[in-house]
């Protein structure tokens, strides 16, 4: 083989490692967003969650997930009634990139036409607006998702 051959194999090589090295070390960004008050579709984002996880580290990648809540939706954060509660609080100890955020507008709204402050999980953030945060999250690159 002849230096110039070495050369051009040892610079194909070093981009080919560049190249597996960033996609090992990219991190995929994902919101999902949760509207309704119902089991179901809380359970199905839930599964999207674990299975966008699940797919992530099988590949050997990492991944970021912040399922926001807004209108009925915000009733999965309730920590009086949501019927995911166990699940999310699981699931938030498994995953240390996996934020729940819950809209303040609907919260404000809630707790006012309930007369009192509605509790929500430890696990859920409050944010000012869940559709601005979701505006946010995709214009930061995030994939957007609804169950």
């Known amino acids: 083989m002849t230096r110039a051959m070495q050369v051009v194999f040892a610079v194909m090589l070093s981009a080919a490692l560049a190249t597996s090295a960033f ?51 915000l009733n999965m954060f309730r920590a009086d009634t949501s019927p995911v509660k166990d699940r999310i609080a699981a699931m938030s100890l498994a995953e240390p990139r996996l934020r729940f955020s819950a809209c303040g507008n609907t919260h404000r709204k809630m707790s006012k036409k309930a007369g009192k402050k509605i509790p929500l999980i430890s696990e859920a953030k409050m944010v000012p607006s869940g559709i601005i945060r979701l505006i946010e999250l995709q214009e930061n690159g995030y994939s957007y998702i609804r169950p």
């Open 23 to 73: 996609a090992a070390s990219k991190l995929h960004k994902v919101a999902i967003h949760v509207d309704q008050n119902d089991p179901k579709i809380m359970n199905l984002a839930l599964n999207n969650v674990q299975n966008i996880f699940a797919y992530y580290k099988k590949k050997g990648q990492r991944v970021s997930v912040e399922l926001v809540t807004y209108g009925p939706g």
